[in-house]
């Protein structure tokens, strides 16, 4: 149940000020009350009791200041307030759930590497399969550590939509959050579009209208029950550090899946511009975040992947991020992979 027992905006009395840590203004703290207001109604947010609303409002500020300076900042990307900004860095976290072990068999890249620059110089400049009809709507992983299945559905997406003469089919993440568990995946806690991969390679993949809805936790496996419409030959690794080979594999091959770093806040408050962050990592064994890259392009001379998430379209630019080119900038190409059909 929603508290809404408070006298009103910006007279609410919380136990959390520290004198001795900071000085709030009531007119700042008032600020902050409305757009706590407008944020609970906006994504009809609803605790349990005061105090955990007391709590919520206390990291919604903490996470409003943030968010603030550093817009104030000028980073080439500016931040919002979403739905997540009432959650603390450890719920944040929970939603990262790529879980690096070792690495994949995929096949190598089939391009050399005077093939790859030689066909590089004929690629457009900018470049997204949204256009073409092959990427389904973004979801919400919810509060489930499942965003491996994410990158992996749109990844086989993509490559069926390819081998079927543009005919675009939603598959189920469900399935691999429930029955991948053998190949080494761990559903809500973690997993790698490889060991998914080698999943539906022995057992296919249903559309999402057959095996039913996204759970947001862990299910009981029953692909025994329904109609598995996708096979796959196998997948292929990208040349990794080489945004002309990534270039490449998503002109040629479709949606691609990709590992990023997502560990920082800028992240989990991106809203608009080309994402940056120097203290973003970039070594495969380093990225905690799967995602789907689906085009690449350029935005005021800054390059970037076309990125889709699996936070909701309320999350970044409609469910999408900008991320740089630049320096590899939080791992983008160190573990891309494409599907064979």
């Excluded at 066909?119 to 965003?147: H, I, N, Y």
């Excluded at 675009?168 to 998914?196: I, K, M, P, Y």
């Excluded at 947001?216 to 002309?244: A, F, P, R």
Aim: glycine letters at 10%; a neutral charge; aromatic letters at 12%.
């Amino acid at each position: 149940m929603k508290c809404t027992s408070f006298p009103g905006p910006g007279s609410r009395h919380y136990a959390t000020f520290n004198p001795m840590k900071e000085f709030v203004h009531p007119v700042h703290n008032a600020h902050i009350d409305d757009e706590f207001d407008r944020f609970l109604m906006k994504h009809n947010k609803q605790y349990s009791s005061h105090i955990e609303e007391a709590k919520r409002l206390n990291i919604f500020r903490q996470n409003l200041r943030y968010i603030h300076s550093n817009n104030r900042a000028r980073r080439g990307f500016t931040m919002s307030v979403n739905h997540l900004a009432d959650r603390t860095d450890d719920e944040l976290a929970a939603l990262r759930g790529r879980k690096y072990s070792g690495p994949n068999t995929g096949l190598p890249f089939p391009y050399s590497k005077s093939i790859i620059e030689e066909m590089s110089v004929k690629l457009p400049p900018e470049f997204d399969w949204r256009l073409f009809g092959a990427v389904t709507p973004v979801k919400d992983q919810s509060v489930c550590g499942s965003c491996w299945s994410f990158g992996t559905v749109g990844a086989v997406e993509g490559a069926l939509f390819l081998s079927n003469g543009g005919h675009l089919v939603r598959l189920s993440q469900q399935a691999l959050v429930d029955c991948s568990w053998g190949f080494g995946n761990n559903g809500c806690d973690g997993g790698e579009d490889f060991r998914a991969y080698q999943w539906i390679m022995k057992h296919g993949l249903p559309t999402e209208e057959d095996y039913g809805g996204y759970l947001g936790q862990d299910g009981y496996c029953h692909i025994d029950n329904v109609t598995l419409v996708t096979s796959m030959k196998g997948w292929v690794n990208v040349t990794v550090k080489d945004e002309k080979a990534l270039m490449l594999a998503l002109f040629k091959h479709g949606p691609i899946s990709v590992a990023i770093d997502a560990s920082h806040k800028s992240f989990s408050f991106y809203s608009n511009g080309v994402y940056y962050e120097p203290k973003c990592k970039n070594k495969v064994e380093e990225l905690d975040h799967a995602v789907l890259a689906v085009g690449y392009g350029v935005l005021n001379g800054q390059k970037y992947w076309l990125v889709k998430n699996s936070w909701s379209n309320m999350w970044g630019n409609d469910g999408y991020v900008l991320m740089s080119m630049k320096d590899d900038n939080c791992g983008v190409q160190a573990a891309p992979t494409y599907v064979l059909m």
